[in-house]
């Protein structure tokens, strides 16, 4: 296999730590293996080499390269390859059967820790009679400040007092009684969650200097990936393991930290490495395999203004595809059914494409017009837009007011399911269960939905009582519509009546779901309006709709446009990606609001998006005309994001000039005029000062 002179530099570092800054698509995974299959041949034993992992896929992936290589190299030799939480579980087992730590059963289903969230934070609230109910969104939030806890060393205060840069916000101090009402309830069941692997065996040994003593030592040879997402537990678990004995290799790239809210922060690779092991090389593999000159220099130009990272650029390697950058307004009802066409009718894949989101909602206009257009797409991490619980109540409210609310939805959802959801949208004070029960009720019942709520509310207590007829009273009015009714008005009506934007501000655990629920029923709203229909036959294409939803649900179809957030396509790249909903205050999230440290998680987070595409990168926003001067007149460094529209990622990432400059370079031509910017300059003498001699490495595996 043939390597760059970088990449060759990592494979025979000598002796000692090393640092490693590898650059998005630069074959690190190959790089790695080809360290391992040299140390080797130098007679390293490879039972005193360990190689750790982010996740199982990941390593999965890198035992089987590294057995090719071994083999294809004539050598008899098994590498340990494991994954942090691996490394922490075989630790934890030992420090079990020394009775140092509890036994404790380990429980993986996430519904395990879901029920124990949900326990604690009603053990939190006081004990005052308007107990609020505990929503699923609630257990999510506070299971993130649970998961930044365990990634952490300190006392739960300490880390709560700092939570709000790991979060983007404060959670509230509920969930900081919370957390020991969990921790109360682990040690009562005797249970391990997946967080605690890393977590227990480290404050044990962080506790006992005799015992951490004990672990050290045992290897020569420490390498690890994708360090740019190491947290506080993990690097004390590595120390621990090291000692003074291990060289450690640490291979990753600040410009693509992004998973902050796990306790990760760039200045783990950009300081505390050389700070924790002194004495490192420092080594940068810059050439990505994956992309061409113009997104390279679209993924420059996003992450300069940070702070927080280590200077390098990302270099396209000559033969890489020429990949192509389009800029589109999200004015166009088709656009997307544009894009998409436009691929197949060159020969590509449905399966190529994919659409990456800073927030679900965001896909939303997307998800729709595929949906419309039949095109099959597959929703990861999220359930689609008909599914989600927001929608729910308002496809109930139209049903109610069309007069149809007993009619099932095509997927099966009756009466009962809907009329949960309305009652749980704003919550009328009710917990799930009590409002399920009183929508069987209904559901089962002869009587008027109002007429049976009402019934209801004489029989819980008095404040609840009374936020239920009031939910009657909303039911009262918006029955004043029928069918024919413009499906806009009605729905204008519903959100007035309700409340409902105040609800979910004051409902949502957090300002980012508050945002991302907002902007689900902003998009239902945008599509009804632009549709001019009327109730009845609004519902009607609502359900055909949610027909094909829910039979690509049941069989997903192999050749489909993937839809998933930003933050799980790190690691994977696709020939065609589009980025939607770059809007400021959406992506960046919180926009002029946001500080210095979460802005500049939020470049990182657009940069793994741009940095996901080989072909062609289609970045969408909205219209925004005072942008489009900015761009045209060359003074897109000095776009004001106060006031605007569109994300300022998209003025930042300087597309025109990325474009032209790239498309100068693949012709074997020097960029020159207006598209001479820093970046590019820079990008210039980068090029000169390491050329990568138009090697390739075979792409690595897709894990799709």
Known sequence: MAFTAAQRQ???????????????????????????VALLRRGADPARIRVLMFNRSAREDFEQRLAAAIREAGLAAEVPVQTFHGAGYRLLQRLEAEGVVPRRRLETADWVGHRLARSALEAAVDGSEERPAVEDDEVAT????????????????????????????????????????????????????????????????????????????????????????????????????????????????????????????????????????????????????????????????????????????????????????????????????RIITAHQEAGGRLADVAALVRLYSLAAPLELELLEAGVPLRLEGRAGLFQRREIRA???????????????????????????????????GLRRQEAQDIARRCAESRLAVGRCLAEAAGDLPAWKGKRLRGRVAALEAISRFGGDDLVAHVLDEIVGELALYEALESGSTSAETAADRIMTVDALRRFATGGGWGVAEFLERCDALIARSAQWQEAPPEDAVRVTSIHRAKGLEWPVVIIPGLAEGAFPYGGAEAGA??????????????????????????????????????????????????????????????????????????????????????YLAALEAAPASGLRTPPAARRR
């Open 10 to 36: 990592v494979i025979d570092h000598e002796t000692g730590h090393a640092r490693v800054s590898a650059a998005a698509g630069s074959g690190k995974t190959a790089t790695l293996v080809a360290r391992v």
């Open 142 to 337: 506070f299971r993130a400040f649970v998961d930044v806890v365990k990634a952490d060393t300190r006392d739960p205060e300490q880390v709560y007092e700092e939570a709000a840069e790991l979060l983007g916000e404060r959670p509230p101090r509920r969930h900081l009684y919370a957390y020991h009402h969990f921790e109360a309830l682990r040690d009562e069941q005797g249970v391990r969650l997946f967080g605690d692997l890393v977590h227990e065996p480290v404050q044990a040994l962080l506790a006992d200097s005799a015992l951490a003593r004990r672990f050290r030592n045992h290897f020569d040879h420490l390498i690890l990936d994708e360090y740019q997402d190491i947290n506080e537990a993990q690097q004390q678990l590595i120390r621990c393991i090291a000692g003074n004995r291990a060289a450690v290799m640490a291979v990753g790239d600040p410009d693509q930290c992004v998973y902050q809210w796990r306790g990760a922060r760039p200045a783990y690779i950009v300081r505390r490495f050389d700070a924790d092991f002194p004495g490192a090389a420092s080594y940068t593999l810059p050439h990505t395999f994956r992309f061409g000159h113009a997104v390279a220099l679209l993924g420059n130009h996003s992450v300069v203004r940070n702070r927080q990272r280590d200077g390098k650029l990302c270099l396209a390697v000559p033969d890489n595809p020429a990949t192509a950058v389009h800029r589109y307004a999200d004015h166009d009802p088709e656009l997307y059914r």
């Open 394 to 428: 308002l496809l109930g409210y139209l049903r109610h007011a069309a007069g149809c609310l007993a009619e099932p939805l095509p997927d099966g959802t009756g009466m009962a399911g809907l009329l949960t959801e309305m009652l749980m949208l704003p919550v009328a």
């Open 597 to 682: 440290a979460a802005l500049e998680a939020e470049r990182r987070l657009f940069y793994v998006a741009v940095t996901r595409a080989q072909e062609r990168l289609y970045l969408i926003h909205p219209q925004d005309p005072r942008l489009e001067r900015a761009l045209s007149s060359g003074r897109a460094e000095r776009f004001d994001p106060r006031g605007a529209t569109a994300s300022r990622f998209v003025a930042e990432a300087q597309p025109a000039c990325s474009a032209a400059a790239g498309a100068a370079l693949h012709r074997g031509e020097r960029p020159g005029g207006r598209v001479q910017t820093r970046v590019v300059r820079e």
